[in-house]
């Protein structure tokens, strides 16, 4: 009987940890990875869409794009990646990307991890994510490549120009998430209504 104090405080903590993540997979409360730019530029008012329709719905937005499903106890994550790998996903826009400048932009490239400036030509400036490489284009700081879904409204609008056509691109907005979470009736809910848009 010596363990039995011991095995009881286990039980006791895994049922608090279990009701705990219950908590966080709330029915009408959605836990996302998103990258910011890609928020702003193109989830955030098809969030607020299907909010509109489900009026209960709650949110709780990450911005770290490699998130852990585990430790963040996520629903669902979107990542600029080349398919969903070892998770279940949907592509949410086509794999496309344009080289933009502004119009009164300098002569130079503004290089990031996923679309690096061509090889041979002159980076004026070397960024860490899409975010960046997209605000220091906006600001006339050089050209660059970049995903469709970010540039188009700013394309549209005048602050940037298409400096080619667009491509496509291996590369793309992915919705994913864990064989689990994917099979849930609100994490199916979310998946057609951004799918079907």
């Known amino acids: 009987m010596a363990g039995l104090d011991p095995l009881r405080e286990g039980f006791l903590r895994f049922e608090e940890s279990v009701q705990a993540m219950q908590a966080g997979q709330a029915s009408s409360s959605y836990t996302i990875a998103v990258p ?3 928020y702003a530029q193109w989830l955030a008012p098809r969030l607020a869409a299907f909010r509109t329709a489900n009026p209960d719905v709650r949110y709780v937005l990450i911005a770290d794009d490699d998130a852990d499903f585990t430790e963040a106890n996520l629903d669902v994550a979107i990542r600029l990646v080349e398919g969903p790998g070892e998770l279940e996903g949907v592509q ?3 794999g496309c990307r ?15 991890p996923a679309f690096p400036a061509p090889e041979g030509e002159e980076v004026l400036l070397q960024v860490g994510n899409a975010g960046q490489a997209l605000s ?4 006339g700081l050089g050209r660059a490549s970049m995903p469709w879904p970010l540039v188009a409204e700013a394309i ?3 602050r940037l120009v298409k400096l ?10 992915w919705l994913l ?3 689990p979470q994917w099979r849930q009736k609100k994490v199916k809910a979310l998946v057609a209504h951004l ?3």
């Open 177 to 179: 998430a864990p064989r």
């Open 36 to 38: 910011r730019e890609f």
């Open 98 to 112: 344009v080289t933009v400048a502004a119009p009164d932009a300098a002569d130079g490239w503004i290089s990031w």
């Open 195 to 197: 799918a079907g848009e």
């Open 164 to 173: 080619a056509e667009e491509e496509d691109c291996r590369r793309a907005y």
């Open 92 to 94: 949410l826009a086509a």
């Open 136 to 139: 220091s284009a906006l600001a």
């Open 156 to 158: 549209g609008d005048g």
